[in-house]
């Protein structure tokens, strides 16, 4: 059930590495495997199927 990944672009410029991290890290800090960045995975990332609000 929760095994889906979460994909994130590496916000750092020169590195723009994607990543797949855990639903699970949702809300925490990730560390870029490729440039060693902290990334901060939000709690509402964007997941396929957009179009609810929930709130
Ligand atoms: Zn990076």
Redo the contacts with the bound molecule.
Sequence with gaps: MADAMIRMI???L????I?SVPQTARGKSVM??????K?KIPAGAPAAGGGKKAS
């Design positions: 590496c916000p750092n020169r590195c723009k590495a990543l870029c495997k490729q440039c060693g960045m990334i």
